[in-house]
């Protein structure tokens, strides 16, 4: 069974609080393959280009991420669904670039920040294997978005100008 949850909103302090690791034997256990497959749903449901497991109220360090021609991201390039389990990233490079994003917990609304705009993922699987994939601008900006809600960090903390800060329907009247 494939669920849609709730999905948990900017002022719920589960949002801010540091998500647990699970160990490769637990990723094998049907309650998380459920999640995983709910995490998946709701996503797609949703429209996320990617939902970290604390925005389903769950404190476990598992994210999805997934684009193929999401109405959220009009402009926006598609790439393959992606399970992150206990993920790390790495910056490859220096280069940032202006990243503007929305969240499923912030709904309707857009800001600007930086990201890295190449990174290197490694993680396990939902299968519990472990992978590593070199990631570039929107899904590298898309995991590092996901990996801070693992660490209780929304897009908002990372704006430095907040004057960014606006409405999704402005955003794509003005800025898109
Ligand atoms: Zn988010």
């Given at each position: 069974?494939?669920?849609?949850?709730?999905?948990?909103?900017?002022?719920?302090?589960?949002?801010?609080?540091?998500?647990?690791?699970?160990?490769?034997?637990?990723?094998?256990?049907?309650?998380?393959?459920?999640?995983?497959?709910?995490?998946?749903?709701?996503?797609?449901?949703?429209?996320?280009?990617?939902?970290?497991?604390?925005?389903?109220?769950?404190?476990?360090?598992?994210?999805?991420?997934?684009?193929?021609?999401?109405?959220?991201?009009?402009?926006?390039?598609?790439?393959?669904?992606?399970?992150?389990?206990?993920?790390?990233?790495?910056?490859?490079?220096?280069?940032?670039?202006?990243?503007?994003?929305?969240?499923?917990?912030?709904?309707?609304?857009?800001?600007?920040?930086?990201?890295?705009?190449?990174?290197?993922?490694?993680?396990?699987?939902?299968?519990?294997?472990?992978?590593?994939?070199?990631?570039?601008?929107?899904?590298?900006?898309?995991?590092?978005?996901?990996?801070?809600?693992?660490?209780g960090v929304l897009f908002i903390?990372?704006?430095?100008d907040m004057k960014t800060l606006?409405?999704?329907?402005?955003?794509?009247?003005?800025?898109?």
């Amino acid at each position: 069974m494939k669920n849609i949850l709730p999905v948990i909103k900017m002022g719920h302090p589960n949002l801010r609080k540091t998500a647990q690791p699970i160990s490769t034997d637990q990723i094998q256990t049907p309650e998380y393959q459920q999640l995983i497959d709910n995490l998946i749903t709701t996503m797609r449901a949703e429209d996320g280009a990617g939902i970290a497991a604390p925005q389903v109220d769950v404190l476990a360090r598992i994210f999805v991420m997934e684009v193929d021609n999401n109405p959220r991201y009009p402009d926006k390039p598609s790439f393959p669904l992606l399970v992150a389990i206990n993920p790390e990233i790495k910056p490859i490079g220096e280069e940032q670039l202006d990243s503007w994003e929305g969240c499923l917990s912030i709904p309707n609304i857009r800001g600007n920040l930086k990201r890295w705009a190449q990174v290197k993922i490694t993680g396990y699987d939902r299968f519990g294997n472990f992978f590593e994939k070199e990631l570039s601008d929107f899904a590298s900006v898309v995991a590092q978005h996901e990996l801070d809600h693992l660490n209780g960090v929304l897009f908002i903390d990372r704006m430095t100008d907040m004057k960014t800060l606006c409405f999704r329907e402005e955003f794509e009247r003005f800025y898109l």
